[in-house]
């Protein structure tokens, strides 16, 4: 429960942001709007090119705080390869010399000012890209094996659900979905404690890669020539596939238990000395 009111807590942080920065859009929007109902079409063409340009900006600006959040969030992470707060910042800087100058009319000097102090004011409110790894050793596992195998595990995920889309028949796809997202599942929680590789790796490996290639396999043949009995037995092996999940869960909860205990009877003993 509790992690579920971070994430609800972040995301609606991330959200606020996000609003703030596009009302800034409105009164551009009115703008471009009016141009065109009183046929203005020379300066509804700029404005409008402006417009473009903000948005852009800012939906970069969005994808930058999703994966700043990402980053944060994460307890090992590489950092981000695009730098999109970086190009955001830019792009802001861009779009407001282009509506102070073209739009606006303003002196050549006063653009350049403005133009300078948005990505200024942008960085210092909303910050930079990660710029660094968050990479090491987590009680004796490589962090690059973690991340490497994460990652592989969530491509497969991914061309799952892209298969499952293709798939018509609802209780199966039902089936896969309630599999998929318990991985996912399975995955974060790896993700919050890396050592708890150790006792997932198998079903980070075999398990998702088996699910991958059963789904790419059903999805190759035409449904209505898969037979009753071949469905029954995918029925079958996805409740049986649902059940394992739900084992891996509870072994990662055990190891964190046991890891608990361990801890505990340390400081025991610490006490006692």
């Known amino acids: 429960m509790s992690k579920a009111k971070r994430?609800?807590?972040t995301t609606s942080h991330r959200t606020r942001k996000t609003t703030l920065l596009y009302l800034f859009l409105i009164p551009l929007f009115i703008s471009v709007t009016k141009s065109l109902l009183t046929a203005e079409y020379s300066g509804f063409i700029l404005k409008a090119i402006g417009f473009l340009l903000l948005s852009g900006s800012l939906a970069l600006a969005n994808r930058g705080f999703k994966q700043k959040e990402s980053y944060t969030k994460a307890k090992l992470a590489r950092a981000?390869?695009?730098?999109?707060?970086?190009?955001?910042a830019g792009g802001l800087g861009l779009s407001t010399f282009y509506l102070s100058f073209f739009v606006g009319g303003e002196p050549l000097l006063s653009a350049l000012f403005v133009a300078l102090l948005a990505p200024l004011g942008f960085y210092l409110y909303y910050g930079t890209d990660p710029k660094k790894d968050k990479l090491g050793n987590i009680d004796g596992i490589s962090a690059e094996l973690?991340?490497?195998?994460l990652h592989e595990a969530k491509e497969k995920l991914s061309h799952i659900k892209q298969d499952g889309e293709k798939i018509a028949d609802r209780a199966l796809l039902t089936k896969l979905t309630l599999a998929t997202d318990k991985a996912e599942t399975i995955l974060e929680t790896i993700q919050e404690d890396p050592k708890d590789i150790r006792v997932a790796r198998k079903f980070l490996i075999v398990y998702i890669d088996g699910i991958a290639k059963v789904t790419r396999?059903?999805?190759q043949l035409d449904e209505k020539d898969i037979t009753l009995q071949t469905r029954e037995r995918l029925y079958g092996l996805l409740?049986?596939?649902e059940t394992k999940?739900?084992?891996e869960l509870q072994k990662l909860k055990e190891n964190n238990q046991f890891d608990l205990d361990v801890h505990i009877d340390v400081l025991k003993e610490q006490i006692k000395h």
């Not at 981000?80 to 955001?88: N, V």
């Open 239 to 241: 409740d049986e596939v």
């Open 146 to 149: 973690v991340l490497e195998t």
């Open 7 to 9: 994430i609800s807590s």
């Open 217 to 219: 396999s059903y999805t």
């Open 80 to 88: 981000p390869k695009i730098p999109y707060l970086q190009l955001a």
């Open 245 to 247: 999940f739900n084992s």
